[in-house]
């Protein structure tokens, strides 16, 4: 017994060792140059209520991008997207990077609770890491972009914070997101979700008039999120009137489009690219 216990305790630190080193790996393989970072800021009680901050040099005014990761709404930390915050902070932007709770700890909708007041930190404390509270944009990959959906598509996320998506955002990007993805038949997502079919956590059902400008991308080799998610929400959109750039990365899967934030990996898709321009040509102006 006592050696299975020292078994399981190596693998346990095996694994944990591999996770720290690959986020070192994918933070040094991007250029980080001028850029400036503060880590643990605290947003929200609990464990996971914490968020890394990630700045250009002598940044003022600059745009804000709070960036939601994936992990099926089961896991991720904002350790491992060091990579992401210094690829945004590199092009002028200021990257906000929170954790927040995932299911078996809560389920559906605490998780949206826990974005919106991510943003409204940093909509609150932007000028105090060079940012600029009036041009906040959301973003986020596969579970993550889900999260930025639901918060810029159903007012009620960001209003039980003092907030208006059509007026406090100026946009937001969802990367290989999940926006229309009833029935549910994983028995982990019918539990995490309370249903099967339940309409209120599609970000499709909440297009509207009012929805701020979207950069939407996906890859058209993904099989953990099909396409088909993007390509729905961007024709809902544009039925609306509302602006919305759409874009397919070829021969690329659901890893490979975030992927390509890291430097050394940026020939697999345009994404920081297209990402970085979508947020300096968006107006300061309100839709």
Do not use: C
């Not at 009036?134 to 914070?161: K, V």
């Amino acid at each position: 017994m006592r050696k299975l216990v020292l078994v399981l305790g190596a693998l346990a630190l095996s694994v944990v060792l591999i996770a720290v080193l690959r986020d070192r790996i994918l933070a040094l393989l991007t250029p980080s140059a001028g850029t400036q970072t503060t880590y643990g800021e605290r947003y929200a009680d609990g464990e996971r209520g914490l968020l890394d901050v990630y700045r250009p040099g002598r940044a003022e005014r600059a745009p804000v991008v709070v960036f939601f990761y994936g992990g099926s709404w089961q896991m991720g930390r904002r350790e491992t997207y060091r990579f992401l915050g210094r690829a945004l902070a590199a092009q002028g932007i200021v990257a906000v990077v929170p954790d927040y709770r995932v299911y078996p700890e809560v389920g559906f909708p605490d998780f949206l609770k826990d974005g919106a007041r991510a943003v409204r930190w940093a909509r609150d404390n932007a000028a105090r890491h060079g940012g600029d509270p009036q041009r906040i944009f959301l973003m986020g990959h596969s579970a993550g972009a889900h999260i930025a959906a639901m918060l810029a598509l159903d007012p009620e996320w960001l209003s039980s914070e003092g907030l208006d998506p059509a007026g406090d955002l100026r946009g937001w990007i969802g990367l290989s997101g999940p926006y229309d993805f009833l029935p549910l038949q994983s028995k982990n997502l019918i539990a995490l979700f309370g249903g099967a079919r339940r309409a209120e956590s599609q970000p499709i059902n909440f297009v509207s008039e009012n929805a701020p400008p979207a950069f939407l991308a996906t890859g058209d080799e993904d099989k953990t999120v099909e396409p088909r998610n993007t390509h729905a929400l961007a024709d809902a959109l544009r039925e609306k009137g509302r602006p919305v750039t759409s874009t397919v990365y070829p021969g690329r899967g659901h890893v490979g489009v975030m992927a390509a934030f890291v430097g050394a990996f940026g020939f697999l898709a345009p994404v920081a690219q297209d990402v970085t321009a979508f947020v300096h040509a968006t107006p300061e102006a309100g839709p």
